[in-house]
């Protein structure tokens, strides 16, 4: 008998028995991911705008990003940054049209090799399905890939379809909480993808009567005429939306998808809410109190915020289901990594916009919140500077495992943990590639802590913002005999990045990619090749 042997065998027995083992060793992962959610309508960020008290706990129990970054604020770009560690042109997705290589490296699948579930749940809106990064998925289907608010449609890893009644928030959240309880006892990444707060935005009933006497103030910039600048802001098509409201009796549900797929009962008890609104606003009109623009705007605004506000408590509200099950599982919430973050921030009125795309400040953001118990010091706040890239990088490293060689990103972890800057990144890169859709250029450029230079290089034009002293970034600062050595030394930097980050020239030529079927895409935009008529006029 070999008693040394025997001895070992014994002792990883007793392991295993109370909980032990290797495999329980892995922290668990949970990501939560918004679309849209704007970083002044997280009450931790400290807009004072609203409060999301669930989604907070996650920053005051663990880590706030306060640098956090995209890479090109559009969905699918992003989402896949977050998924591969890289930036667009790498990955393939430069634009909402381009095709998603499902068989590349990212992080769910190198985790999933390593013995971990990866589960996603909700929306994914890349143009391919999630493929086998996944051991399994339900994801939103129809309305172009962003799927339904009401009584969506979803799409399993077996090819299924079905359909559910509610709202998807709600759904998406049952869906997830039934995995977890069924799931949890082998190490798992789960992601948990709302598609809120993507236009068009509809809250679930019991947040409509919400907010109804509350005026809520308007951005500093909500009209802004973009006077120091180049004609691309006022150009874009992304303005906060004035729409006349439409009575119940007068609505034609079939010629809109969202309405047309809600049961007769749905629809009433919407208008029930949304009719007084419209009766208002015919009243308002009528007084000749929405004739000019501004007043139109700040109308606009106040319809917009609110909605979006609704759709964010929706949000806040399911976190809160997904950290109250957790507390319940006090063993399974020591060990569980979870992560809130949304694809990119969100202009809720800054500007003037509502929409993203730009690499101003509310274009360029993201929010990101993170809690480890077991690693993290409550109340942490990361001034690092963070981009999207980064997340997958972070998560394989607290998860025990090398980072691939062609992440760009780099891990966070140790940063997180000190609650100190050891990545030490000095500026961040953003490029925008979607040339011309919502009459937006191709544009890259380079932050800094204090400073932003911004390369619209389809006219060789620039734009650079002292951000310390000028945060609405309303003087563009490009050309101050003043600042001359600081933009001089962001082009160098500006320079470096594309050749750190490997951009092809051939990417800063015309005629410029807006959309494609195949990898990083062939198909011109028209008005992109016109584009000296488009931007210029």
Same mark, same amino acid.
């Given at each position: 008998?070999?008693?040394?042997?025997?001895?070992?065998?014994?002792?990883?027995?007793?392991?295993?028995?109370?909980?032990?083992?290797?495999?329980?060793?892995?922290?668990?992962?949970?990501?939560?991911?918004?679309?849209?959610?704007?970083?002044?309508?997280?009450?931790?960020?400290?807009?004072?705008?609203?409060?999301?008290?669930?989604?907070?706990?996650?920053?005051?129990?663990?880590?706030?990003?306060?640098?956090?970054?995209?890479? @090109? /604020?559009?969905? =699918?770009? *992003?989402?896949? +940054?977050?998924?591969?560690? !890289?930036?667009?042109?790498?990955? #393939?997705?430069?634009?909402?049209?381009?095709?998603?290589?499902?068989?590349?490296?990212?992080?769910?699948?190198?985790?999933?090799?390593?013995?971990?579930?990866?589960?996603?749940?909700?929306?994914?809106?890349? @143009? /391919?399905?999630? =493929?086998? *990064?996944?051991? +399994?998925?339900?994801?939103? !289907?129809?309305?172009?890939?962003? #799927?339904?608010?009401?009584?969506?449609?979803?799409?399993?890893?077996?090819?299924?379809?079905?359909?559910?009644?509610?709202?998807?928030?709600?759904?998406?959240?049952?869906?997830?909480?039934?995995?977890?309880?069924?799931?949890?006892?082998?190490?798992?990444?789960?992601?948990?993808?709302?598609?809120?707060?993507?236009?068009?935005?509809?809250?679930?009933?019991?947040?409509?009567?919400?907010?109804?006497?509350?005026?809520?103030?308007?951005?500093?910039?909500?009209?802004?005429?973009?006077?120091?600048?180049?004609?691309?802001?006022?150009?874009?098509?992304?303005?906060?939306?004035?729409?006349?409201?439409?009575?119940?009796?007068?609505?034609?549900?079939?010629?809109?998808?969202?309405?047309?797929?809600?049961?007769?009962?749905?629809?009433?008890?919407?208008?029930?809410?949304?009719?007084?609104?419209?009766?208002?606003?015919?009243?308002?009109?009528?007084?000749?109190?929405?004739?000019?623009?501004?007043?139109?705007?700040?109308?606009?605004?106040?319809?917009?915020?609110?909605?979006?506000?609704?759709?964010?408590?929706?949000?806040?509200?399911?976190?809160?289901?997904?950290?109250?099950?957790?507390?319940?599982?006090?063993?399974?919430?020591?060990?569980?990594?979870?992560?809130?973050?949304?694809?990119?921030?969100?202009?809720?009125?800054?500007?003037?916009?509502?929409?993203?795309?730009?690499?101003?400040?509310?274009?360029?953001?993201?929010?990101?919140?993170?809690?480890?118990?077991?690693?993290?010091?409550?109340?942490?706040?990361?001034?690092?500077?963070?981009?999207?890239?980064?997340?997958?990088?972070?998560?394989?490293?607290?998860?025990?495992?090398?980072?691939?060689?062609?992440?760009?990103?780099?891990?966070?972890?140790?940063?997180?943990?000190?609650?100190?800057?050891?990545?030490?990144?000095?500026?961040?890169?953003?490029?925008?590639?979607?040339?011309?859709?919502?009459?937006?250029?191709?544009?890259?450029?380079?932050?800094?802590?204090?400073?932003?230079?911004?390369?619209?290089?389809?006219?060789?034009?620039?734009?650079?913002?002292?951000?310390?002293?000028?945060?609405?970034?309303?003087?563009?600062?490009?050309?101050?005999?003043?600042?001359?050595?600081?933009?001089?030394?962001?082009?160098?930097?500006?320079?470096?990045?594309?050749?750190?980050?490997?951009?092809?020239?051939?990417?800063?030529?015309?005629?410029?990619?807006?959309?494609?079927?195949?990898?990083?895409?062939?198909?011109?935009?028209?008005?992109?090749?016109?584009?000296?008529?488009?931007?210029?006029?």
């Amino acid at each position: 008998m070999n008693l040394k042997n025997n001895t070992i065998g014994i002792f990883v027995a007793l392991l295993s028995v109370f909980g032990y083992s290797q495999e329980k060793e892995k922290p668990n992962i949970i990501v939560i991911m918004a679309d849209d959610h704007a970083n002044r309508t997280i009450s931790a960020y400290g807009s004072g705008l609203n409060n999301t008290p669930n989604i907070d706990r996650i920053a005051n129990e663990g880590a706030l990003m306060l640098n956090s970054f995209n890479a @090109n /604020s559009i969905c =699918g770009p *992003s989402r896949a +940054s977050i998924l591969t560690g !890289k930036h667009s042109h790498l990955h #393939g997705v430069m634009g909402n049209g381009f095709k998603y290589d499902n068989t590349q490296t990212t992080f769910p699948r190198e985790l999933k090799k390593n013995g971990y579930q990866t589960v996603l749940i909700g929306k994914w809106h890349l @143009n /391919s399905n999630p =493929g086998d *990064s996944f051991t +399994s998925w339900k994801i939103l !289907k129809g309305a172009g890939g962003q #799927g339904y608010y009401y009584n969506p449609d979803f799409l399993n890893h077996n090819g299924e379809i079905s359909t559910e009644e509610g709202y998807s928030t709600d759904i998406i959240t049952n869906y997830s909480l039934e995995w977890l309880n069924k799931n949890s006892d082998t190490p798992f990444c789960l992601f948990v993808h709302y598609k809120a707060t993507h236009v068009p935005r509809m809250p679930e009933f019991r947040y409509l009567d919400k907010y109804t006497d509350v005026t809520f103030p308007e951005p500093e910039t909500l009209h802004d005429d973009f006077s120091t600048r180049e004609p691309y802001g006022a150009k874009a098509w992304m303005g906060v939306p004035f729409k006349p409201g439409k009575l119940y009796d007068e609505h034609d549900f079939s010629k809109n998808i969202y309405f047309d797929r809600m049961t007769v009962e749905q629809r009433k008890k919407w208008h029930a809410f949304k009719d007084k609104e419209t009766l208002e606003e015919r009243r308002l009109t009528a007084a000749g109190k929405l004739d000019t623009k501004k007043q139109k705007r700040s109308y606009g605004y106040q319809k917009f915020i609110k909605d979006y506000i609704r759709c964010v408590d929706g949000i806040d509200d399911n976190v809160g289901r997904i950290l109250e099950y957790l507390d319940k599982n006090p063993k399974l919430k020591e060990n569980t990594i979870i992560i809130y973050a949304s694809d990119q921030s969100y202009f809720t009125g800054q500007h003037g916009f509502a929409e993203k795309r730009f690499m101003y400040e509310d274009g360029v953001k993201m929010p990101i919140l993170l809690r480890w118990p077991s690693k993290v010091k409550a109340g942490t706040k990361l001034t690092s500077m963070v981009q999207n890239i980064d997340l997958g990088p972070t998560i394989l490293d607290a998860a025990g495992l090398p980072i691939p060689e062609d992440m760009q990103g780099v891990s966070i972890k140790e940063d997180i943990i000190t609650g100190n800057d050891v990545k030490g990144e000095k500026s961040i890169y953003y490029h925008y590639y979607d040339h011309g859709k919502h009459n937006v250029p191709r544009h890259d450029g380079v932050r800094t802590n204090q400073y932003k230079l911004i390369n619209y290089y389809t006219d060789n034009a620039y734009e650079f913002y002292d951000l310390e002293k000028d945060p609405e970034e309303v003087k563009n600062l490009y050309g101050n005999k003043k600042y001359k050595e600081t933009i001089d030394a962001l082009k160098v930097e500006l320079a470096l990045k594309r050749e750190k980050y490997e951009v092809p020239d051939e990417h800063f030529e015309a005629p410029y990619v807006s959309g494609g079927k195949k990898g990083h895409g062939k198909k011109k935009n028209k008005k992109a090749l016109k584009r000296k008529k488009v931007f210029k006029d």
